[in-house]
């Protein structure tokens, strides 16, 4: 990747020099090393203001001052530079991180959150449906026409339920899907009431005890997008309305 001085300040910046401190550090690495007069020649920075941008890449640790006269200053190797830099964001992140997850400890008591959400992308659907069927306590239906919807993760997650006690009914118009999950202890297959053979949009669905559900679908592309509720009366709603349709007589 070739990278020249405007994208290698911008990186800086991004780990926390200012522009002018990464310009002063960048223009000391092509000297090797030099006074302020040095630096404001080879570098886009006033001279009056290197001595303080010198100042504060030292406490930094990027560079050393050497206090003659004129003042010269020298950085730190590549190597040290890049651990000291590694170092601080290490630290920064794990402030910021903490205070965040304390914040939300402290409002967890408080959480109200929106009924439905919406997901894209089969991995990160792949994790949430995994979520959904391990939090069920009571019955859990799983339902797909598509073999490359039932990763080995989900296969093995609909196994455990049942072994909980759980009662886990896969449903698939695909005879495959059909055996090879109610191939698994405790898990009873079957087709859906009805369906359509041309189907090419319905991805999955998952219906977790009476309160949470998730349905996705396939755009055009291949890409699976779906909706998710747990807990909420929305996913209570749509349950109670997806079995009332799937009892209707055709």
Avoid at 51 to 75: F, K, M, T
Avoid at 185 to 197: F, K, L, N, Q
Avoid at 210 to 221: A, F, P, Q, R
């Amino acid at each position: 990747m070739s990278v020249d001085e405007p994208d290698a300040v911008d990186a800086f910046e991004r780990l926390g020099l200012t522009s002018y401190e990464a310009k002063v550090f960048i223009a000391l690495h092509r000297l090797g090393s030099g006074t302020a007069r040095d630096v404001a020649r080879v570098a886009d920075v006033p001279r009056s203001q290197v001595y303080s941008v010198a100042d504060n890449l030292a406490e930094r640790g990027l560079l050393e001052i050497q206090h003659s006269s004129p003042i010269r200053y020298r950085p730190v190797s590549v190597e040290e530079a890049r651990t000291t830099l590694r170092e601080r964001f290490e630290r920064e992140q794990e402030r910021a991180f903490e205070y965040v997850d304390a914040v939300k400890r402290e409002s967890a008591g408080e959480e109200t959150q929106e009924d439905i959400w919406t997901i894209r992308g089969r991995d990160r659907i792949d994790d949430r449906v995994v979520e959904l069927l391990s939090n069920a306590d009571d019955r859990l239906v799983f339902g797909t026409r598509l073999p490359e919807f039932v990763p080995e993760r989900i296969e093995r997650t609909l196994a455990s339920r049942a072994a909980a006690g759980v009662s886990v009914l896969a449903v698939s118009q695909n005879p495959s899907i059909r055996d090879r999950l109610g191939s698994l202890e405790g898990v009873s297959s079957e087709s859906p009431p009805a369906h359509r053979e041309d189907d090419r949009r319905s991805g999955r669905i998952v219906i977790a005890d009476d309160d949470g559900i998730l349905l996705s679908v396939i755009d055009d592309e291949g890409c699976e997008t779906a909706i998710w509720s747990s807990e909420s009366v929305f996913a209570a709603v749509l349950i109670q309305l997806i079995e009332a349709s799937a009892e209707t007589p055709s």
